[in-house]
């Protein structure tokens, strides 16, 4: 199992930055794919980003491509996604997911675990 913590959300103006982090628990982080997927109040969750275990492979949604990168560290266990560009309908919470399944899913069923989620306010 892994343990994951997301960290960096807040609130910024549009057209700013942010950068969040997830935290692994575990020796293991490196046979384990990354997504990052978001919730806005009232909408169900939906895929941001999703990364390979060796971060070779990366996919975006079309809604945050060319503004959102995502990119791991294996040695400090740590998936990271950078969001520029921002803008109102970026706001939502922020939660960081893992599977040991199919590399850069973009479907929640395929992650069986997940951060507690950052809150991303992003105001006009």
């Known amino acids: 199992q892994v343990q994951l913590v997301d960290t960096g959300g807040g609130l910024v103006q549009t057209g700013g930055s942010l950068r969040l982090s997830c935290a692994a628990s575990g020796r293991t982080f490196s046979l384990y794919s990354m997504g990052w997927f978001r919730q806005a109040p009232g909408k169900e969750r939906e895929f941001v980003a999703a990364?390979?275990?060796?971060?070779?492979?990366?996919y975006y949604a079309d809604s945050v491509k060319g503004r959102f990168t995502i990119s791991r560290d294996n040695a400090k266990n740590t998936v990271y996604l950078q969001m520029d560009s921002l803008k109102p309908e970026d706001t939502a919470v922020y939660s960081c997911a893992a599977t040991r399944g199919a590399p850069t899913s973009t479907e929640t069923y395929d992650y069986p675990y997940w951060g507690q989620g950052t809150q991303v306010t992003v105001s006009s």
């Open positions: 990364i390979s275990r060796g971060g070779g492979s990366t």
